[in-house]
């Protein structure tokens, strides 16, 4: 089993920046991979950006240059940097975890992000 907990939404004005934080518990060690999604009203759930755990990195398009996820593994915690946010950014942002011994996914619960012009 694995539990992630986000923080660190909020508003911001467009052009700011937040930094997201995703921290993992439980059966860490079994983690493969985790990720950012959002999701906005209306809209499906979208992959934001993911790393490996060898260090490789996927970044959806719309983010590439102005996020960036990293990793601190003797904290179990990964993160989003955030730059040069735009109002097309506001959904609520979970966190994904990924293992070997599991067949399905661990998610977090969710945290607001809302960019206003």
């Known amino acids: 089993q694995v539990l992630l907990v986000e923080s660190g939404g909020g508003l911001v004005q467009a052009g700011g920046s937040l930094r997201l934080s995703c921290a993992a518990s439980?059966?860490?060690?079994?983690?493969?991979?985790m990720g950012w999604y959002r999701q906005a009203p209306g809209k499906q759930r979208e992959l934001v950006a993911r790393v490996a755990r060898g260090g490789n990195t996927l970044y959806a398009d719309s983010v590439k240059g102005r996020f960036t996820i990293s990793r601190d593994n003797a904290k179990s915690t990964v993160y989003l940097q955030m730059d040069s946010l735009k109002p097309e950014d506001t959904a609520v942002y979970y966190c994904?975890?990924?293992?070997?011994?599991?067949?399905?996914?661990?998610w977090g619960q969710g945290t607001q992000v809302t960019v206003s012009s």
């Open positions: 439980g059966s860490i060690s079994g983690i493969t991979s």
């Open positions: 994904n975890a990924r293992a070997a011994f599991s067949v399905s996914d661990f």
